[in-house]
């Protein structure tokens, strides 16, 4: 499993050239307009991790296949989103479909490209989007209630818990907070996800910045590392200008043009990580002669639905796990040497994967 990131933001941020370059692709119109993004691009990319190369190395796997993440570019928004404005309605419908969002914030100066608010402010821009999508919610909350009224009176256990967690987003709502601050129970866990509310998506801010600000940040990225901090949020620096320069390259020269402007890595993986850390996700896994596969789990996931992420039928008929933990395997040099040196574990059904874990099957048909 990856995970669906949307890439949103008021218009002529750097949306459209951030997602260029991640997805290597020119299928993003990056013009100096508003809503060159009509219908949302949608791209895949294969996840960067070191440790699969070793890992393919020591066994001679003849294929290396990365777990996924998708990129989705989504239509810029306006003030005024919430009531139809601009494409509002389409972007807030888009939106619902990912498991995160990556707000591009403009935090560089440039004459020749024009803000549709007139000036250069992270933090207010932000605060657009987020105004933007309470208020989506408040109006989504309020028409769900009103159509729950009958199954109330008819004691309806499902409408009840509904109405319950409805109620409290709304609270929520109304005291100016997104709805991703309300405390939910494990039991409500699951009905909660169900309301696909706008402002419980986790958020990660993406300060794009200019060339030479990109290894420091500047006073912009500065106020929304503030802004993020105060909100328990995640925020990351890049500038899309030069992912967009990596992308038309080829490794070496890609290696060699990041460590002149002083980084030491591409954007993509700062994107990456910091996502995995926001869904709580991490990677275990499969290793052979023919192949050696990253898969993406959330953290907390079990053996059998780690099993269960490659095929369902693995989960259902999953008698136990062959497990080796990925430092082992590189310090024993492969599964037959973890093996001898006692550091391969058969786990059962209660074990909770670790990220890093090297594993290894066994089900019944």
């Given amino acids: 499993m990856g995970f669906k990131m949307g890439i949103v933001g008021l218009p002529n941020v750097g949306k459209s050239t951030l997602f260029n370059a991640l997805t290597k692709t020119a299928s993003a119109q990056a013009a100096n307009f508003p809503f060159c993004t009509i219908e949302p691009n949608v791209g895949e990319v294969g996840v960067p991790d070191a440790r699969l190369v070793k890992l393919a190395a020591i066994a001679g796997s003849k294929q290396i296949i990365p777990t996924r993440m998708t990129f989705v570019d989504i239509a810029g928004l306006v003030k005024g989103a919430s009531k139809g404005e601009g494409l509002g309605n389409q972007f807030l419908a888009n939106i619902r479909e990912v498991d995160a969002i990556a707000h591009v914030l403009r935090c560089f100066e440039d004459g020749d490209v024009t803000h549709v608010e007139g000036r250069v402010d992270p933090v207010a821009d932000a605060e657009t989007i987020e105004t933007e999508l309470m208020l989506a919610d408040l109006e989504s909350i309020e028409k769900r209630r009103a159509g729950l009224v009958r199954k109330l009176k008819g ?133 052979g002669p023919k192949e050696a596969r ?72």
């Fill in 155 to 287: 004691n309806d256990k499902e409408a009840q818990q509904q109405d319950r967690l409805l109620a409290d987003a709304q609270a929520m709502l109304e005291d100016g907070k997104p709805a991703r601050l309300v405390e939910v129970d494990a039991e409500d866990a699951k009905a909660w996800r169900m309301l696909q509310l706008l402002t419980t998506k986790p958020v990660l801010y993406v300060c794009n910045v200019g060339e030479s600000e990109s290894v420091e940040g500047n006073e912009h990225s500065a106020k929304v590392a503030e802004m993020a901090a105060a909100q328990g949020n995640a925020h990351v620096i890049i500038s899309a200008q030069i992912e967009e320069e990596i992308s038309q390259l080829e490794a070496d020269e890609a290696q060699m043009f990041l460590e002149e402007m002083g980084l030491t890595e591409a954007g993509l993986d700062r994107l990456i990580r910091a996502g995995y850390e926001l869904l709580h996700l991490e990677t275990y896994f499969t290793v």
């Fill in 294 to 365: 990253a898969w993406t789990i959330r953290k907390g996931t079990s053996a059998p639905q780690a099993a269960g992420v490659i095929h369902g039928d693995f989960e259902k008929g999953f008698i136990r796990a062959e497990t080796i933990a990925y430092e082992d395997f590189i310090a024993n040099n492969g599964e037959q040497g973890a093996k001898e040196a006692g550091k391969m574990r058969a786990e059962g059904k209660s074990y909770i994967v670790q990220d890093g874990d090297v594993m290894h099957f066994l089900f019944n048909t």
